[in-house]
């Protein structure tokens, strides 16, 4: 069976709904600007044609927030396994053998067809080696430019995992600025490599158009100076 693309909150609930008693379903929240998503759209598709028995499910997370948000989801490429209503397990990265085995775990058919060693050999040729420097440098930029006010932070806006993030969050929120976040405790490699590419070693980081505007001090002196600040600084393409 291939993976059903979710077009809506309606459809997600019916298909859900429909096999909540039955049948194993794998969620795949995925976005198009997530660079680990390109492989791992391939490993969720070859899965998915080996095991006609799970029901496979691909959602765009910037499209559909609202499936996001009932999931908590943070950052891409993000799993979840569900059976009975109850969540079994969660993944967060782009790990190819750890979803695998994640679904032999929990598969009620153990049968190892032609099919499904087809598809681990497919999806073995399709794991990269590690993240090269450039390869991170790209995916960083293209991070920081996913939407126009980006908020690297520990946690989630409506769970964060430090003051300061949480403070930050505040500020946005009060001036009701819409912005974009990720979760860099979900991901060691753009936590590690933020530093780096913006120079500035501690979260939370702020960055509007793509360019770094700093952490949580920096952005209320500039909001003293200009209380105007995040109007203005959109306004500079």
Excluded at 2 to 23: D, G, H, N, P, W
Excluded at 36 to 47: D, E, G, S
Excluded at 141 to 162: N, V
Excluded at 175 to 183: E, I, P
Aim: proline share 5%; net charge negative.
């Amino acid at each position: 069976m291939s993976v059903v693309e979710i077009e809506s909150e309606e459809q997600f609930s019916k298909l859900t709904s429909e096999v909540a008693r039955t049948r194993l379903i794998a969620l795949y929240f995925h976005t198009p600007w997530a660079s680990p998503c390109i492989q791992m759209n391939t490993v969720f598709a070859t899965l998915a044609g080996a095991n006609p028995e799970i029901l496979f499910l691909s959602v765009n997370a910037d499209d559909h927030s609202e499936i996001s948000e009932l999931f908590d989801v943070s950052s891409v490429p993000y799993f979840i396994l569900i059976r009975d209503g109850t969540i079994l397990k969660e993944l967060s990265g782009a790990d190819p053998k750890e979803f695998v085995n994640a679904l032999a775990e929990f598969s009620t058919v153990s049968t190892e067809t032609p099919e499904k060693q087809e598809s681990k050999a497919a999806v073995t040729s399709v794991i990269p080696e590690e993240e090269s420097e450039e390869e991170l440098r790209d995916r960083l930029t293209k991070l920081t430019s996913a939407t126009s006010i980006m908020l690297f932070m520990k946690g989630t806006p409506s769970a964060p995992q430090c003051g300061f993030s949480r403070q930050l969050v505040a500020i946005l929120r009060e001036h009701q600025v819409r912005f974009g976040f990720f979760d860099i405790l979900k991901d060691d490699s753009v936590r590690s490599g933020l530093k780096k590419f913006s120079d500035w070693p501690t979260f939370p980081q702020l960055y509007i158009n793509g360019e770094f505007q700093g952490g949580l001090d920096i952005i209320k002196e500039n909001l003293e100076d200009d209380p105007n600040f995040f109007q203005n600084a959109l306004g500079e393409q």
